[in-house]
């Protein structure tokens, strides 16, 4: 069964008293097609669903009992159109966005209000992701762009860089480096060091500077994230290579930590914007990519 959706609304409109002239007029359709619809109908049905008394039509028991399921889904049907309009409408759309935890703080948050400033009907779902290889939040399509430090090489995905982030030897107030204005690797490596776990890709490539620079860590303590990593080192049971937080930068001073920059061109952590090569971004989420994109390009991200 093949169903017009158009004759339904006839078959709706009719029911609730509409002439057919009237119909005819509201939808565009002259009376005998808008009777030719409502006659396909009732063929479909296998039933006559409507009757004449005088000049209009009312409904046949069969009619009855159809009208209340013809009122609920023609109801669900424009529930769901409006749901997809809103959804391909770029000012009242839906983005969904996932970052890693550690730009929750500061890239997240302002490039997702310097977007709302120009497109405020605009919804945001977000979700935190992992800094690791199996980080696969594009693939599902349940998220339209991802910020990450995962550069996958494969060309289902594309991946747009925004900034170099420093990494930093984090250590203890109270640590002989901690006045330095910066500190080679090789100084610390008979130190105890407090890492991620290796699937992290931020430990990954601490591990590869410190190769670099002639030894091998030795690792003290692993953790799930770095407000943890930071809190063991504060606590002086090692040294860490992190980038500096930004959101505590304006009160460094007061700190217990202390993170001194690196004096290595590869001592940094390139954060990029990824999305899916395999599916077209809807109206709204494309915006905020090239919002993203274009504020990277323009250095205005937080520094």
């Known amino acids: 069964m093949d169903m017009d959706t158009e004759a339904l609304r006839w078959f709706q409109q009719v029911a609730d008293g509409v002439t057919v002239t009237e119909v005819g007029e509201l939808y565009w359709v002259t009376q005998s097609g808008v009777s030719r619809g409502l006659a396909r109908l009732e063929a479909e049905v296998g039933t006559p669903l409507l009757r004449r008394a005088g000049r209009t039509l009312r409904m046949t028991h069969a009619g009855a009992a159809l009208k209340r399921h013809v009122d609920a889904l023609l109801n669900d049907l424009d529930d769901g159109l409006a749901a997809v309009h809103q959804l391909i409408d770029p000012d009242t759309g839906s983005v969904a966005v996932a970052f890693q935890p550690s730009f929750g703080a500061w890239l997240v948050p302002d490039l997702v209000s310097s977007f709302r400033v120009e497109h405020p009907g605009v919804?945001?779902?977000?979700?935190?992701?992992?800094?690791?290889?199996?980080?696969?939040?594009?693939?599902?399509?349940?998220?339209?762009?991802?910020?990450?430090?995962?550069?996958?090489?494969?060309?289902?995905?594309?991946?747009?860089?925004?900034?170099?982030?420093?990494?930093?030897?984090?250590?203890?107030?109270?640590?002989?480096?901690?006045?330095?204005?910066?500190?080679?690797?090789?100084?610390?490596?008979?130190?105890?060091?407090?890492?991620?776990?290796?699937?992290?890709?931020?430990?990954?490539?601490?591990?590869?500077?410190?190769?670099?620079?002639?030894?091998?860590?030795?690792?003290?303590?692993?953790?799930?994230?770095?407000?943890?990593?930071?809190?063991?080192?504060?606590?002086?049971?090692?040294?860490?290579?992190?980038?500096?937080?930004?959101?505590?930068?304006a009160h460094a001073a007061g700190s217990p930590l202390r993170h001194v920059p690196i004096p290595d061109p590869l001592a940094v952590r390139e954060i990029g914007l990824a999305w899916s090569a395999e599916r077209r971004l809807l109206p709204a989420a494309e915006l905020f990519r090239q919002h993203v994109i274009a504020r990277a390009k323009q250095r205005q991200l937080p520094a």
């Open 123 to 249: 919804a945001f779902t977000l979700q935190q992701t992992r800094d690791d290889l199996s980080s696969g939040v594009l693939d599902g399509g349940r998220v339209d762009l991802e910020i990450t430090t995962l550069r996958r090489v494969d060309r289902t995905v594309r991946w747009q860089r925004l900034l170099a982030e420093p990494l930093c030897v984090a250590v203890p107030g109270s640590h002989r480096l901690a006045d330095r204005s910066e500190i080679s690797l090789s100084e610390v490596s008979g130190e105890p060091f407090v890492t991620l776990r290796p699937a992290f890709l931020l430990r990954q490539q601490g591990d590869q500077l410190c190769e670099m620079a002639g030894f091998r860590p030795r690792v003290a303590f692993e953790g799930d994230d770095l407000a943890t990593v930071r809190g063991v080192v504060a606590a002086g049971l090692g040294v860490a290579i992190l980038p500096a937080p930004h959101e505590a930068r």
